[in-house]
């Protein structure tokens, strides 16, 4: 059961992939809220959120630039969602959402001003190398922002890790060092007080 639950966050599909959709929206509220305390998004900034699971944060996004804002998911019932939560402005063309791999995104060198990852980096492969990919995209100057529940350092990391087959947890040393590596020139961590919640914000 617990595997079954584990793999509809990695990627959602079916009935019960939609109940996960809503599930998180819900649970990472307050991830979001304290990421986009952390994050000052310029009017005119072109974004782009990875693993935008129900569309939640491209809204967000949409409401504080005059400027697209994208989504991108391994799930097509992430995609179906985010589109339907955003329908407006996929309408009018200042958002679209692409079904791809981060690993592989289709997408053109220097396109985004800010790259947001709400709680999916556990489940990116070789991730200095995807870190690398994620840099491609991005602008000189701009930033990418990955937001999660666990600083690598809550209690109940050791039992996802054992639980779950392919999923990684980081520190703060440790992702600044991935950051570094691949070729942002400036890493700033945030952690709320008195919680686990962890922000990154690189630049490149």
């Known amino acids: 059961m617990v595997a079954e ?11 019960e992939g939609i109940q996960t959709i809503e599930n998180m929206n819900e649970n990472h509220r307050e991830i979001s809220e304290f990421a986009f305390e952390c994050i000052d998004v310029g009017e005119n900034d072109k974004i782009l959120d990875i693993g935008c699971g129900g569309g939640v944060n491209i809204e967000k996004f949409l409401k504080l630039t005059e400027n697209n804002v994208d989504g991108l998911d391994y799930s097509e019932l992430s995609v179906s969602e985010s589109v339907k939560r955003n329908k407006d402005s996929v309408d009018s063309g200042r958002c679209k959402v692409i079904h791809a791999d981060v690993s592989d995104m289709p997408l053109g060198d220097e396109s985004y001003d800010l790259v947001s990852a709400f709680e999916t ?10 870190f690398k990919e994620v840099s491609r995209i991005i602008k000189k100057s701009g930033r990418f922002m990955i937001a999660q529940g666990t600083d690598g350092n809550h209690p109940d990391d050791e039992k996802w890790l054992a639980t779950v087959e ?15 590596n691949a070729g942002f020139s400036r890493v700033n961590s945030f952690k709320k007080e008195n919680d686990y919640i962890l922000v990154i914000i690189a630049e490149k």
């Open 5 to 15: 639950k584990i793999d509809q966050c990695m990627k959602p599909h079916g009935e």
């Open 121 to 130: 980096i556990y489940f990116w492969p070789e991730i200095q190398e995807t």
């Open 166 to 180: 392919g999923m990684s947890v980081y520190t703060a040393p440790q992702l600044e060092k991935y950051l570094l």
